[in-house]
């Protein structure tokens, strides 16, 4: 057996569980020898098997709500399962299902949802002018932003970002309850704030509605910048700003799993600000940190 696997504990769970639910009722040695089980297999499945069962629901809980997010609600319980078994994570549809049911939360795509000529989607879409082109040999010449979910206790928490991709560092951020164009243009403020910015920087984004907002490009174009947005369903043409949002989820948010807002605020804080910008090595820059390599390169 390998290490941590308890054999005992594996195979009849479900008479375990019957025990367990009637002992009050009748003895625990007559209900084994009934169901042909053993006492010990019983006691060790009692002393181990509900913490180990819960850490794993909980885990692929964070996996499912965080795939549910990363495809922007679009995936349904058989293709969350997919993208788990992608990442290594094996379990069932039926599993995930019942993971989505007990969250509250369902695919967006269902059959009566209807396309018109006249979508909200292809309202005020700007082109791609970024195009990937994510090398850059001087700061504040091309942005990238994004909104990313992260999900707290019993409720999602929304930020979004600003990256210069001269140095990949994070020089605008903002959390919020609510994913609106306010939160967006907080985030946008704060890096409009830390920078010296001339006519033409490229500040590039999704085709989210939020960033289709009139207020939101009219701030862009406010400060001589250019709007541009990735193709219709292609992800790619905003990969460094994906890249982030799943290193900062890997090294923070699954291995803290804040039971709150202001925990959530407070290590997001610690992480873009002291760790992520300061001193984590980043490949694309030589394993030098974001601020050492602007330093470098001032």
């Known amino acids: 057996p390998k290490k941590g696997y308890c054999v005992l ?9 019957l025990i367990n639910e009637f002992k009050q009722r009748f003895t625990v040695v007559l209900m084994c020898r009934a169901l042909k089980v053993s006492r010990s297999g019983f006691y060790c499945w009692l002393n181990c098997s509900d913490s ?19 495809f922007k609600a679009r995936y349904g319980a058989p293709r969350i399962t997919r993208e788990l ?3 290594g994570i094996s379990c069932s549809k039926n599993y995930v299902a019942n993971i989505m049911h007990s969250e509250g939360i369902r695919a967006r795509n269902g059959k009566a949802f209807k396309y018109s000529r006249h979508s909200p989607a292809m309202i005020n879409v700007a082109r791609n002018v ?8 001087k700061p504040n010449l091309k942005w990238v932003t994004d909104i990313t979910y992260i999900w707290v ?19 605008g951020w903002s959390l919020d309850l609510t994913m ?3 939160l967006i243009t907080d985030a946008l403020n704060m890096a409009f704030v830390r920078r010296e910015i001339a006519p033409g920087l490229i500040i590039h984004s999704d085709r989210g509605v939020q960033y289709r907002a009139i207020k939101y490009q009219d701030l ?7 709007v541009s947005m990735s193709r219709r369903g292609n992800c790619w043409d905003n990969a460094v700003m994906e890249s982030f949002y799943s290193r900062l989820k890997v090294e923070l948010i699954y291995a803290e799993q804040y039971r709150s ?38």
């Open 261 to 298: 807002i202001e925990e959530a605020r407070s290590g997001i804080f610690e992480y873009i600000e002291v760790f992520y910008n300061r001193l984590r090595r980043h490949s694309a820059l030589g394993y030098v940190s974001p601020a050492e390599f602007e330093r470098i390169g001032a």
């Open 85 to 87: 078994a992608s990442l």
């Open 130 to 137: 970024l195009k990937r082109q994510f090398a850059v040999d």
């Open 153 to 171: 206790k019993d409720k999602w928490l929304y930020l979004a970002t600003v990256m210069d991709l001269f140095s990949r560092s994070i020089i």
């Open 180 to 182: 609106t164009e306010q």
């Open 220 to 226: 862009i174009r406010s400060k001589g910048g250019v």
């Open 52 to 70: 180990r069962w819960k850490l794993k629901r909980r885990l692929i809980t964070a996996n499912v709500l965080d795939v549910y997010a990363s």
């Open 9 to 17: 504990c594996e195979a009849p769970r479900v008479k375990y569980a």
